[in-house]
Nanobody, 126 residues
Framework: QVQLVISGGGSVQAGGSLRLSCAAS????????MAWFRQALGKEREGVAA????????YDSDSVKGRFTISRDNAKNTVYLQMNSLKPEDTAMYYC???????????????????WGQGTQVNVSS
């Protein structure tokens, strides 16, 4: 049974940092593309960042470039999202996701990801 368990969300003031972790089990983590998505209240889910099996990184959202960093530790079956210089507009439910294959899709759309974590809330106050 595939499981993606997210930890590390919470509340922080603008300018602060949080690190999200997503621990995977039930499949071969090292052979799948991993990504982070977020969904703010009343808005559509959007891709934040993705990382390939080999560590190639793609950022889908221009708003997080230079502030968020995705990484993975295949030995720990875990993907991370380091979020720095947080802004109130980063407030959202954050999800990790995995593809069923090795390659990251050309566009970071949720339809391309088969497995999903339960989500963790991130609140950034001004």
């Amino acid at each position: 049974q595939v499981q993606l368990v997210i930890s590390g969300g919470g509340s922080v003031q603008a300018g602060g940092s949080l690190r999200l972790s997503c621990a995977a089990s039930g499949y071969t983590f090292s052979r799948t593309c991993m990504a982070w998505f977020r969904q703010a209240l009343g808005k559509e889910r959007e891709g934040v960042a993705a990382i390939s099996t080999g560590g190639g990184i793609s950022y889908d959202s221009d708003s997080v470039k230079g502030r968020f960093t995705i990484s993975r530790d295949n030995a720990k079956n875990t993907v991370y999202l380091q979020m720095n210089s947080l802004k109130p507009e980063d407030t959202a439910m954050y999800y990790c996701a995995a593809t069923s294959g090795a390659a990251c899709p050309s566009s970071l759309r949720s339809v391309y990801f088969r497995y999903w974590g339960q989500g963790t809330q991130v609140n950034v106050s001004s």
